[in-house]
């Protein structure tokens, strides 16, 4: 099993300015994922991010709006650039233990970008 | 693509009723299926998952059968409790690479 700590819980920002959420694993994994969950919405893969090398970032999701950093196999974050209302979600960390085993979430930070 | 098809919400249910939610798949290849839960202010945790056809996964009283004919893989339970309320998502995994696939949540709650 995997414990995850994300960080911040909630903030409110201001369109324009940047957040960046942490996530620390109390465990060594390889891959981490980052999702973004919107009001009513499916979770949304943003990006995969291994150590020691860059992000995969899915369709519609670009390294210059959301850049992730991965500078050791317990940590990861995640940055929400130039900030608008369309950002207002909740984004969540996830790593998985083992090959299609499963899935371990952080309890997700909630944006709101006024 | 692949993708999760769930029942939409929300669902209000009397405490001890039965709890059906149904989830369908699309995917090539043989995928993982797995129901995941979200408690009120919680992170998403694994509820149960079933990985080849005819298997079922089961936990805390919830069972789901994975069914490649119907390509279903619908949740139950006999009798829910209040403290069963929460959002239910299913989701998908390829056997091949680590992409996950979730449906859109369904929100149940268990009235006393």
């Known amino acids: 099993s995997a414990v995850i700590s994300q960080k911040p819980s909630r903030d409110i920002c201001q369109r324009g300015t940047s957040l960046t959420i942490q996530c620390q694993v109390d465990?060594?994994?390889?891959?981490m994922f980052w999702y973004r969950q919107q009001p009513g919405q499916s979770l949304t893969l943003i990006a995969t991010?291994?150590?020691?090398?860059?992000?995969?970032?899915e369709s519609g999701f670009v390294i210059d709006k959301f850049p992730i950093s991965r500078p050791n196999l317990t940590f990861s974050t995640l940055t929400v650039s130039n900030m608008s209302p369309e950002d207002s979600s909740i984004y969540l960390c996830?790593?998985?233990?083992?090959?299609?085993?499963?899935?371990?979430f952080g309890s997700g930070t909630q944006l709101s970008v006024l | 693509g692949d993708s999760v098809t769930q029942m939409e919400g929300p669902v209000t249910l009397s405490e001890e009723a039965f709890l059906t939610i149904n989830c369908t798949y699309t995917?090539?290849?043989?995928?993982?299926l797995f129901w995941y839960v979200q408690y009120p202010g919680e992170g998403l945790q694994l509820l149960l998952k079933?990985?080849?056809?005819?298997d079922k996964g089961s936990n805390k009283g919830f069972e789901a059968t994975y069914r490649k004919e119907t390509t279903s893989f619908h949740l139950e339970k006999g009798s829910v409790q209040v403290s069963d309320s929460a959002v239910y998502f299913c989701?998908?995994?390829?056997?091949?690479?680590?992409?996950?696939?979730f449906g859109t949540g369904t929100s149940l709650t268990v009235i006393p």
């Open positions: 989701a998908l995994s390829r056997t091949t690479g680590n992409q996950f696939y």
């Open positions: 995917a090539t290849g043989y995928p993982s």
């Open positions: 465990s060594q994994v390889t891959m």
């Open positions: 079933a990985t080849k056809a005819d």
């Open positions: 996830s790593v998985e233990t083992g090959r299609n085993e499963k899935l371990f």
């Open positions: 991010a291994n150590q020691g090398s860059e992000a995969t970032y």
